[in-house]
């Protein structure tokens, strides 16, 4: 039996080009900033998303961690989102390492956080208060696509307030499929059950709504090892002082990397071929989406990208503890209680969505 994970778009196994690249790739000592494909990579993500310069990490976690740390000193803090990755499922870092101080904030609905709400956080100068001095944002968050009005308001907001602005996108380019998508760069195929990628998806315009993102901020983190579907990394891009800075903090946290070329050869591979075919699997997420609506007691959130939460309701509820370890029986791997998340990648196909509806269909049948 097939496993079907849909625990996390982190699961993916490179792919047997990933590893020829890898296997390929010139290597040297970065910690020299002799290693050509470490430049390689850092050269073409700042290029793609228009900042002067780039820095490869081991993790998202710690791309963040050099972002905040670059920005801020002892004693500012950051306004976030109570729900942002850079502040609820990191330990801390901002504080443990760099006594940043946090300003989390509650979302609205539609994963933003409201204007007046980072209005009135932003503290004035006055000796009681920590220095306000970054708004941190993700995009997507928990798979929502932030409306690019919003970004650009909430970051104009910022810059006008004297603020550094950062963006956590883990997962910017499935923001960017989502948005051209949503401008018509490119049409979907049609119903939404054909998990193809569209034969007309622009690459091109894919990266264009990337850098409009991007361009909104002073920093930018982007994970590999998420939909694209490498094993390790992250890059973080800002001007070419930023990223010296953010150089310095990377040293400190360990994240100095030896022959890291082999590892950024999965990036720059997975930035030159894995990025337009994040439609499929947001294709296929709607795919779940659909099989999924209609079944008594499971309420589904329409999925703007490649996650989908599914919350348990009325009666259901009484039985959220059996689902997981019986979709498990059938092949099928999942996380949540009573909200239930299905994340889509590289190593699941429609076959899989299908399996999945069924089985969730079986559970619920009895
Ligand atoms: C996964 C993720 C990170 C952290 O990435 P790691 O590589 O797991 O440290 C940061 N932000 C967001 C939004 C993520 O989804």
Redesign the pocket.
Known sequence: MKTIDLRSDTVTQPTAAMREAMLAAPLGDDVFGDDPTVNALQDKIAATLGFEAALFVP???QS?LCAILSHCQRGDEYIVGQMA??YRWEGGGGAVFGSVQPQPLNHQPDGTLALDDIEAAIKPDDAHFARTRLLAL?NTLGGKLLPFEYVKAATDLAKAKGLSRHL?G??LFNAAVAQAAQNGRFTKNGASNVPEVPANIDKLAINLEARRIAQCFDSVSV?F??GLGAPVG?TLCGSREFIARAHRIRKMAGGGMRQAGVLAAAALYALENNVARLAQDHALALQLANGLTGIEGLQVEPPHTNIVFVDLVGEARARSAELIPFLKTRGVLATGLYRLRFVTHLDVDAAGVGVTVHAIQEFFKH
């Open positions: 993790t998202g976690t963040n990755h850079a993700e956590d883990a997962r994970c090892s998420k992250s």
